[in-house]
């Protein structure tokens, strides 16, 4: 509503004065405020804020009169009363020196500000005045308070008279009243006999008068409070009576709210009660109370002292409040808290320290409310201010506070807007972004004036703004819009602004005329003809109809009321506009769909209808009456009315089920009258609804009903007219803002499925909610409340010398205003489920599933009521928990919410909930069978904590096996650790959850992550670099038994027991990319496993098959046989088509080497380390035997040096600074550029490229060749060859073969498969002829080893211990592992045979483990 801005501002005094300033009082048209020193009263201007005239007591006269105490303003600001302490009143004219000014401004030449405007002078510069004494008035006895009263003046004094004073005749017209003799009672109907005043000292101590309820609140010295009102006219004891407020013993201060007919009294403990007239009996009705909560400020709640003062905005929508100990509080109407000085940065120091509170002596307010005048009384009165050093002018204790209000504050038919709008006294705030981002995204914010918005690149993301929610949500930043200066200048302040619909143009109107700004155009329109703009005085605010700006003004040369429809896009001038005569004043206006309504200053509602015509260059709008009804029978005073708004809600639904399109039409008038909320809908009951067909073109419309009040203390109502399906619920609803006692919604309630309403079911129900922030509009769909906050940043680090102690920005916190937004979908569900309409919270919610925080809804709402119910001292005896955790169920997201929502609520209240929801293991196994891994882990976590070891072992293993399977590899790390925690009985400490990002022991494919390390780096340097924060069991070494040193128990061959048996599923499937994944990512020592399984899991069975399948893993386009050399089915590009889609699909599907891996290299001590230089000139490989015995780990580091000549795409060039991530395959080297290439060549080069797979694909697959090798899986690096194409691998492969003792099954098996790729190359894949037969003389070979080998003595077994004199380290490396040396017999047998091993092998190794102290399933 009201929000600070900036820093205050000091006043500079120019005349040199000893006194210090105690009263401050503007007058009543707000331009003057006049300050009281003890013997000196001054007049000053408020804009610029200068002083004009002041006049000092001489000292004779000061002595008689004694110090003076108050002022008060003649209602024309021609006169002012002072009362001085010895009792006298003095009265002072104000005659004005015409045409006389003070200040003139100065403009450079040529500057298009003429002196001959109308009004120029009065604008421009501070008139010149004087002040007289008139006259002198001795009441004889202290004077407590003066309050005018219309042509009066009323002065109360302590000896317990009411004076009334005629300000002109002030001897004759002197009447006074003892309080006496005035009777007092409860309510106006009791007996008048007798007065409550018995006693003699009584008086009153503060009063204010109230205009629309025609009487005075008082507050007497004993602390009752009252109100007094006439009788009749004339003002005699006889004819006052006054009621009492029996609560309230402790009254200090009182402030009247003229527009809202309320009182709010000051109390000695701190609060504010606040109080209306019931106006059937005429009692006082209590009606809220405004105190600060032990729960905001639990230090300073009970310390603030009595109220000292309490002064109502211009606007009456909020109060500011300030007590004896100091600080400044601000409060809406009815009660919302929205600033308060006595905590946060404004109580306290950056260093923490306490500040002193400023307290107040004398406050008030500024026009329009944008400025609060306060005098400081924090310095002692015995201070004299002093001037400086430099003989300036002296700062004394005048602040001025700076505010920005909401124009809904003034504007209220604001309310259908989804955009919110905020209005300084020279600026706009925006929360609608930048119009012009749908056109330029880079322009979004660039326009903003905030120092803490930053203007966006031009190359930065336009799509996050796009117009709609994000743009209304988005940053917490506003877009300011500067008042343009000349129109500023003649017409301060603000006093209407208005938006349209898109948030694209906005208008505003200061004192004549009014101006508008189009955000796409960043430019003003104003007024041409300057004369025009002086003549025309809004009245009635302004709205926007689709390109038309409407609004009702007074027409000052006329002297006529009219109703004006101006043009957006034509030039702003009377000629354009379209204008009506209307009868009386307006006083509100407001646009539904095609509707102006008007309320007027009789108390009459006025509706027309506006339609645009597009006649000639310029479009017009014309409007025509359509009905009037008056309401004074309902009013009692036009000013009393806060908004007036046509809807098209109305409380019987039914109808709109049959004939929706009534739905849009304006059905119902909502009228603010002082806060409360009166609708007065159509009337469809009379016989008027059948004669429509008499006349079609003619519309008769319905008269409205007798007004119904359907809610209190309302301060702003909501609604649209926009129809939406989907959400009808939220878009036919109505929203109220009720101060301090939250929101209220009034929502419509349907049959479901077109079923008959029942006939005790009301239409519609009024729901109330609490949010934590002031709305300011409501986003309809979207279920959303939009708002602003007050923010504060510290400044005093800056002034660190004690000479700065005085400085404003030591002694306040910078105040800026941020954006906020609250949603409120759950608040509206709980209170349906409460009142047991949870069919109708269904259909509420399914429609806003859809909404991005929906879950976050569900989740709140149970999260709140857990807390309540589980919380709760005594038993509720109906708990709603029960009935919340039923309705999540109906959602996908129910298993999400429930863990979310334990997750964040402490373990205590655990119980509690699991016994509403259901048992965590039940929803473990939803979670599975859903495959929703990560909301399954989460629950782990609560079984962990909630039940014994073994069972959250074994639903822990459940999870991991699952996530094995689905290569959730973030997860199968945390399973890992929360395995090995429960084996180690590390328990109290529970894994975290699966979303944080851990890093992965792996070895593997980490080698490519780190290339650049060379072998000179030792294991031990690797260790400390990359910090491996787990280890995990591996099997290595001749026992095939290596444990981790932390805990060497049967857990880890547990883990391990599962790792193997994936790695063993993924090797049988063929998914080599998803084993060297899972390698890569849990630090599975892939070698030592593949020497183990060399033998059984570790065969190609079936080597077409297997390429086949590689081809598909690793996106490798099949050969293709040039169209020069042969006339092939290839020619027609069918396959390089389907090469180039495999390609794309590379670039963003493949995230074989791009996972997140972190740490490096697996830490297992190898026997010797081996060094490849692959270099694509040689293209073969040098081995380097290992030298020395000292232990290091092997790595894979490709060594090119500057001169090689690289071929395009050459897989070997690893040391590419590039990242892994650009899916870049291909590689062209700098010297490329100087090769003249023929076009033959070319071709072969592009065919070369065309054969290629991935980059990506040819690191991966160059590294499993390399762990393959290291295994002596020689059949799996045959394959790799061939997909390759490298003779130098398969040349490679049979020299191992030749030089060591190989499996003779092996070597038959390479031959069988390399037949079978023959053959299979004959019919379905010529393009790997070319290649088979460059390696055809090696096959030979190989036919001759197998033959050698298949002799009699090659069934005797080998000698595992025997190690081969001349090793390539190619070959697998001497691991004497007890699967090494199996016997080697014919294809079929040895495969079954081994099979039939491991399977021996396998229940052997099950067995053992199930010996051991816990019982556990292996699924």
């Known amino acids: 509503m009201y929000f600070l801005s900036g820093w205050p501002k000091r006043l500079l005094c120019p005349l040199e004065s000893l006194e210090r300033p105690l009263h401050i009082q503007t007058d009543p048209q707000r331009a003057f405020f006049a300050v009281l020193f003890p013997s000196q009263l001054s007049i000053w201007y408020c804009r610029p804020s200068v002083l004009i ?105 302590a000896d317990g008279f009411l004076h009334l004073i005629h300000w002109d005749g002030m001897t004759n017209g002197r009447k006074a009243i003892n309080l006496c003799t005035v009777p007092f009672s409860v309510d106006l109907q009791s007996s008048r006999a007798g007065s409550l005043l018995g006693f003699e000292d009584v008086y009153i101590r503060d009063m204010e008068y109230c205009a629309t309820l025609d009487g005075f609140a008082v507050v007497f010295n004993d602390g009752r409070v009252g109100f007094i009102t006439p009788m009749s006219s004339r003002f005699t004891a006889e004819q006052l009576h006054g009621v009492w407020a029996q609560d309230v013993v402790d009254g200090t201060c009182v402030a009247v709210n003229n527009k809202y007919r309320l009182m709010a009294f000051g109390c000695a403990n701190g609060s504010v009660q606040v109080y209306t007239i019931d106006t059937t009996t005429g009692a006082m009705q209590f009606s809220h109370k405004l105190e600060l909560t032990p729960k905001q400020y639990p ?191 003649s017409n301060w302040p603000i006093r209407f602004s208005a938006i349209d619909k898109l948030g694209q143009n906005v208008a505003v109107v200061g004192k004549f005329g009014f101006a508008h700004y189009s955000l796409l155009t960043k430019k003003w329109k104003l007024f041409g003809n300057i004369t025009q703009e002086q003549t025309m005085m809004v009245t009635g605010g302004l709205a926007w109809w689709n390109d038309f700006i409407v609004l009702a003004c007074y027409n000052l040369n006329d002297h006529q009321e009219e109703l004006r429809i101006y043009l957006r896009t034509s030039n702003l001038d009377n000629a354009f506009a379209h204008i009506t005569k209307v009868q009386a004043n307006t006083l509100l206006l407001s646009v539904f769909r095609d509707i102006v309504i008007l309320f007027r200053a009789d108390c009459s509602i006025c509706l027309y209808s506006i339609e645009r015509r597009s006649e000639g260059l310029n479009p017009t709008a014309s409007i025509q009456i359509l009905q009037e009804v008056s309401m004074s029978r309902y009013i009692p005073h036009p000013f009393l009315v806060v908004s007036v708004t046509l809807t098209s809600v109305r409380t019987e639904t039914g109808i709109t089920l049959k004939m929706p399109q009534q739905a849009c039409e304006a059905e119902s008038i909502m009228l603010n009258l002082a806060g409360q909320l009166i609708m007065l809908q159509r009337d469809r009951s009379g016989p008027q609804i059948r004669d429509k067909d008499n006349n079609p073109n003619q519309k008769k419309h319905l008269p409205f009903c007798a007004p119904v009040v359907l ?307 030792s294991a031990e340097n690797l260790h400390s670099k990359f910090n491996l924060t787990k280890t995990l069991s ?63 899991a570790a065969r190609v069975e079936d080597f077409v098959c297997a390429l086949k399948k590689l081809h598909k893993d690793f996106l490798w386009p099949f050969p293709v046989i ?61 081995t380097v035997s290992s030298h020395g015995p000292h232990m290091q780990d092997a790595f894979l580091s490709p060594l090119l040096s500057k001169g090689d000549e690289c071929s395009i795409g050459s897989a070997t060039d690893l040391t590419e600074t ?65 997909i390759l194409r490298e003779s130098s691998v398969i040349n490679q492969v049979f020299s191992i073969m030749q030089s060591s003792d190989t499996d003779g099954e092996i070597c038959q098996n390479i031959k069988t498969g390399l037949d079978a790729v023959d053959k299979w190359a004959s019919t379905d894949c010529p393009g790997y002829k070319p290649f088979l037969s460059i390696i055809k003389p090696q096959i030979q070979k190989l036919n001759e080893i197998v033959e050698e080998q298949v002799q009699p003595e090659a069934f005797q077994p080998v000698n595992p211990s025997k190690v081969p004199e001349q090793v390539n380290p190619r070959a697998e490396e001497s691991r004497t592992s007890s699967s090494h040396g199996t016997n080697p017999q014919s294809d079929a047998g040895s495969s079954s045979a081994s099979r039939h091993e491991e399977d021996k092998a396998k229940t052997e190794d099950e067995d053992s483990f199930q010996e051991g102290s816990y019982d556990c399933v292996v699924s």
């Open 299 to 489: 230090d300073i709640w009970n310390k603030t002292g009595p109220v000292k003062l309490i002064r109502w905005s211009p606007d009456s929508c909020v109060v500011m409040v300030t007590w004896e100990c100091g600080g400044l509080s601000l409060w809406s109407v009815f009660g919302a808290q929205l600033i308060c000085t006595l905590g946060g940065d404004f109580a306290y120091q950056s260093d923490g320290a306490k500040k002193d509170p400023l307290k107040i002596r004398s406050m008030t307010w500024g026009s329009e409310g944008y400025h609060l005048w306060v005098i400081d009384g924090s310095s002692s009165s015995n201070m004299k201010p002093e001037r400086n050093a430099n003989n300036e002018a002296q700062q004394f204790g005048i602040l001025q506070f700076q505010f920005i209000k909401s124009a809904l504050t003034v504007n209220p038919c604001m309310s259908n807007q989804e955009q919110v709008l905020l209005q300084g006294e020279d600026r706009l705030y925006l929360n609608c972004g930048d119009a012009a981002q749908t056109q330029s995204p880079r322009n979004a914010l660039a326009h903003s004036e905030h120092n803490h918005s930053r203007e966006r690149g031009p190359f930065s993301d336009g799509s996050l703004d796009s117009q709609g929610l994000s743009t209304l949500l988005g940053h917490r930043h506003w877009h300011v819009v500067q008042i343009h200066s000349t129109y500023l200048e």
């Open 53 to 157: 005239v002041s006049y000092k007591e001489l000292s004779k006269a000061a002595s008689q009169f004694g110090p003076y105490k108050q002022a008060e303003w003649r209602p024309d600001s021609a006169m002012i009363a002072v009362s001085t302490a010895n009792g006298y009143i003095l009265f002072f004219e104000i005659p004005s020196a015409r045409d006389k000014y003070l200040y003139e401004p100065i403009y450079p030449k040529g500057s298009p500000h003429l002196k001959g405007t109308p009004h120029y002078k009065e604008e421009q510069c501070a008139p010149s005045l004087n002040l007289e004494m008139k006259k002198v008035l001795d009441l004889q006895a202290s004077i407590t308070s003066l309050q005018s009263m219309l042509e009066d003046l009323l002065v109360a004094t």
């Open 1218 to 1282: 590039s990242s892994m991530v650009d899916g870049d395959w291909t590689m062209v080297d700098e010297n490329f550029s100087s090769l003249s290439l023929t076009q033959s060549e070319l071709e072969q080069l592009s065919l070369e490229l065309a054969s290629k797979g991935p980059h990506k694909s040819q690191v991966q697959l160059r590294y499993l060749l390399h762990i393959f090798m290291e295994a002596g899986c020689l059949d799996w690096c045959v394959v790799i060859g061939l």
């Open 711 to 1017: 809610a209190q203390s309302v301060e702003n109502v909501w609604t649209t007219c926009r129809i939406n399906k989907q959400k009808r619920h939220l878009l036919e609803a109505l929203w109220l803002s009720c101060g301090g006692a939250g929101m209220k919604v009034w929502l419509p309630l349907f049959p479901r499925d077109h079923r008959k309403p029942h006939s005790f079911l009301s239409r519609r129900i009024m729901l109330p909610f609490h949010i934590n922030i002031y709305p300011l509009a409501v986003l309809f769909e979207d279920a959303l409340v939009l708002g602003a906050v007050n923010d504060t940043v510290l400044y005093d680090c800056l002034y660190t010398q004690t000479s700065a102690r005085e400085h404003l920005e030591v002694l306040f916190p910078f105040s800026i205003v941020e954006r906020t937004s609250q949603i409120y979908l759950h608040h509206i569900l709980r209170q349906l489920l409460v009142r047991n309409l949870g069919e109708q919270a269904l259909l509420l919610a399914h429609s806003c599933a859809t909404l991005p925080y929906f879950p976050h809804v569900l989740e709140l709402m149970l999260h709140e009521v857990l807390e309540e119910e589980a919380t709760s001292r005594e038993p509720i005896p109906d708990p709603l928990l029960p009935t919340v955790a039923k309705f999540i169920t109906e959602f996908p997201l129910f298993l999400q919410t429930v863990v979310h929502c334990a997750r964040k609520t402490e373990y205590a209240l655990w119980n509690y909930l699991f016994a509403a929801v259901g048992n965590p293991k039940d929803l473990f196994e939803e979670c599975l069978m859903a495959q929703d891994l990560d909301t399954a882990a989460s629950y782990l976590i609560i079984l962990q904590n909630m039940e014994v070891p073994a069972v959250s072992r074994q639903h822990a293993t459940l999870l991991f096996n699952t996530a094995l399977e689905q290569g959730k590899w973030d997860l199968c790390r945390h399973m890992i650790r929360f395995l090995k925690a429960i084996g180690s009985g590390e328990t109290e400490t529970p894994p975290p959850t699966p979303t944080t990002q851990e890093p992965s022991s792996s070895g593997g494919f980490e080698f490519f992550r780190h290339r650049s390390i060379s072998l000179s780096q």
């Open 1034 to 1096: 591996m099997p290595s070494g001749p026992s095939g038994k290596r444990w981790s040193k932390d805990s060497d128990c049967a857990e880890n061959m547990y883990i391990d027991m599962m790792l193997w048996r994936h790695a063993r599923r993924l090797l049988e499937e063929i998914k080599l990319k998803d084993l060297g994944c899972f390698a890569a990512q849990l630090g599975f020592e892939l070698i030592g496993w593949l020497c183990k399984e060399r033998a059984r």
């Open 1122 to 1182: 040039p169209a020069s050399s042969i006339n092939s089915p290839f020619k027609n590009g069918k396959y390089k088509t389907a090469v180039g889609e495999q390609l794309l699909k590379s670039q963003s599907t493949d995230t074989f080497v791009n996972m997140e891996m972190d740490t490096g290299i697996s830490n297992t001590p190898r026997s010797r380390s081996w060094l490849g230089t692959i270099s694509s000139s040689q293209r073969e490989i040098d």
